[in-house]
């Protein structure tokens, strides 16, 4: 397989992984601080480290934003995300490797790049009860219909 390299953007794209974490009915979600989803509430998550698993990485992050544990257990889902500004460049290209995981323990409490953090239903985040990032709703069905 050849790369064009006229095609590439040096550091893009970037891998990142998504912890998402259920008790009963709700999901623990976190509201980001930084751009370029910054306001949003998403699943606990960020880059994957050189050399580290998504899954490692799921964990780590999950405990980094909310000193909540929990032991991943498989992949859910990839997600691509790609934004571009107004004159069609690339500001961020990420692919987000979705990792349903079981809760250990802790109290989730903001921390790191994370504002707010809170447990919700299904219906919270589809009914616009709370402003989400892209694709939270499908992985939201997906980890509730496991």
């Known amino acids: 397989m050849t790369c064009n390299s006229?095609?590439?953007v040096p550091g893009y794209p970037k891998l990142a992984a998504l912890a998402?974490?259920?008790?009963?009915?709700?999901?623990?979600l976190v509201q980001r601080r930084n751009p370029p989803d910054a306001?949003?509430?998403g699943f606990p998550g960020?880059?994957?480290e050189v050399g580290e698993t998504a899954m490692a990485a799921a964990a780590r992050e999950l405990l980094e934003e909310t000193g909540v544990t929990a032991h991943p257990e498989t992949y859910l889902t990839n997600i691509d995300v790609i934004l571009r500004d107004d004159n069609g460049a690339l500001q961020f290209h990420f692919l987000l490797a979705a990792v349903?995981?079981?809760?250990?323990?802790g109290e989730a409490v903001?921390?790191?790049?994370?504002?707010?953090?809170?447990?919700y239903t299904l219906n919270d985040i589809i009914t616009g009860r709370l402003?989400?990032?892209a694709h939270v709703a499908d992985v939201?069905?997906?980890a509730l219909d496991r």
């Open 6 to 8: 006229s095609l590439t």
């Open 20 to 28: 998402i974490v259920r008790q009963d009915d709700r999901l623990l």
């Open 39 to 41: 306001g949003l509430w």
């Open 46 to 48: 960020g880059h994957v």
């Open 100 to 105: 349903l995981c079981r809760f250990g323990s």
């Open 110 to 119: 903001a921390s790191d790049d994370v504002s707010d953090t809170g447990w």
């Open 131 to 133: 402003k989400c990032s």
């Open 140 to 142: 939201a069905r997906m």
